[in-house]
């Protein structure tokens, strides 16, 4: 006598559909030469489906740029992981991210281990990002809204993240970086931005190295006024 298959209830059905949709962005990354166990990990258990725009939730597991409030982009999940590879966070340390936008790479930094600073320019997108972060229940995370690229004083973290292209590595970041600490973000290069990592060495002294092109939007200082 043949049996209907078990009849599983919808609630059951969207978390095993989520369990693969997960999976399968996980070895899509690893397709893309994405190895380190730390960050996939971060990167399964965080959803960026909580942190995109309600219309694009179908298209949160893939590898797209996603387009936010105030004329701001949601950037691709490869760009944002070959990003957090080259600044390779360690439980415990300080990190002042540069752009907070939806929030998701913010708690990645924190599943990381890290202890971050984001500041966000527009009023909106922190207020957005803010209840994003409470949904994943993020903790280590100070949110600030105002000019990331702004001098600041009295302040020392073991890396700096901009969220964005710039024409040059800002100079009065780099007095935030103590020694063996280290800045990751990308460079226009005639129209093109590259992956930039800066490190301060035991004495003081500063490297800095080009790495492969990104797809992210410029990084723009000052506080919106009116967003």
Do not use: W
Request: hydrophobic share 45%.
């Amino acid at each position: 006598m043949s049996r209907d298959p078990p009849f599983l209830p919808e609630a059951d059905i969207r978390s095993e559909q989520a369990a693969i949709g997960a999976a399968s962005f996980i070895l899509s990354l690893r397709a893309k030469g994405i190895r380190d166990t730390a960050l996939l990990r971060a990167m399964e258990l965080v959803p960026r489906e909580v942190f995109a725009p309600r219309r694009f939730t179908d298209l949160a597991r893939t590898d797209v740029a996603l387009p936010l409030p105030c004329g701001q982009t949601m950037t691709g999940p490869a760009t944002v992981a070959a990003m957090l590879l080259a600044l390779g966070v360690q439980p415990g340390q300080r990190v002042l991210e540069i752009g907070t936008g939806s929030g998701y790479v913010t708690a990645l930094l924190a599943k990381l281990g890290a202890e971050v600073t984001t500041v966000e320019r527009f009023s909106t997108l922190a207020e957005s990002a803010a209840q994003h972060l409470k949904i994943v229940q993020t903790e280590k995370v100070r949110l600030e809204v105002g000019d990331g690229l702004a001098t600041r004083v009295r302040e020392r973290f073991d890396r700096i993240l901009l969220n964005g292209s710039h024409p040059r590595v800002p100079e009065n970041l780099m007095p935030l970086l103590g020694p063996g600490g280290r800045l990751v973000g990308a460079l226009a290069i005639e129209g093109a931005p590259r992956l930039v990592r800066v490190e301060r060495g035991p004495e003081g002294e500063v490297t800095q190295d080009l790495g492969v092109p990104l797809r992210i939007s410029p990084l723009v200082t000052g506080i919106a006024a009116t967003l």
